[in-house]
């Protein structure tokens, strides 16, 4: 009995999200994470980098809602690059088996989006990571349209992944799904790039199989 709580309480998905002056997104990013519906347990991590207006205490009011799920990082001075943040505060308190993304102004539609990639990785160790296709919303008109990254569900090569978004919308990372264990081993050079989104898929395609579901 013993071990199979142990296994019940251990944590399968850490989230990670980045936030800076999100007030009006913050929580939408929040919510979308934690109407998932999954059969394990997932925890969120939210960095706000000192943000000049109220995410931080939004974040504080989610925790209190939260409060073993919701670990907060707020921090008293900004630390600007995005790379940094990830691998300073945000990698090393990484617990969950499986690392998903979903920065302070994105959020997610479908409450099976976990479950979903989760269920795909754990039938198929020769993947490395998965993604998913996403919504665009302009924030100034409300129009809609679909990313389209790939031409639909499958496996896409490398050479696909660095030419991915040419003509076609630059795969979310709010989509991305990647397993912890292989953090390691990525180079120096990848961590001190400017973005992360790009270098990790790339790295992450270096290690693996990666699957791409046409569905937002």
């Known amino acids: ?3 199979k709580k142990i296994m019940q309480e251990e944590i399968m998905v850490t989230v990670l999200c980045t936030a800076y002056n999100h007030e009006e997104f913050i929580a939408s990013a929040i919510e979308g994470v934690m109407n998932q519906k999954t059969n394990f347990k997932f925890e969120l991590i939210v960095h706000d980098d000192a943000s000049e207006d109220r995410t ?3 974040i504080r009011e989610y925790k209190e809602r939260y409060p073993d799920s919701i670990f907060p990082i707020v921090q008293k001075e900004n630390q600007y690059r995005c790379c940094n943040i990830y691998r300073s505060f945000l990698f090393p308190n990484v617990r969950g088996k499986y690392i998903a993304f979903c920065e302070g102004d994105d959020y997610w539609t479908d409450q099976d989006k976990l479950q979903i990639q989760v269920d795909f990785l754990e039938s198929h160790e020769d993947y ?3 993604m ?8 100034g008109t ?3 349209s679909c990313l389209d990254t790939f031409p639909g569900d499958g496996t896409y090569s490398q050479k696909q992944h660095i030419l991915a978004g040419l003509g076609t ?4 990372f709010a989509s991305y799904m990647v397993r912890a264990n292989l953090l390691g081993g990525m180079p120096e050079f990848f961590l001190s790039s400017k973005v992360l989104d790009y270098p990790l898929r790339q790295y992450y395609a270096n290690c693996g199989k990666v699957y791409y579901f046409g569905k937002p």
């Open 1 to 3: 009995m013993e071990n």
């Open 132 to 139: 998913h296709n996403a919504v665009k919303r302009d924030y």
């Open 169 to 172: 919308g630059f795969p979310a």
């Open 56 to 58: 931080a205490e939004i």
């Open 128 to 130: 490395s990571m998965c």
């Open 142 to 144: 409300g129009e809609e």
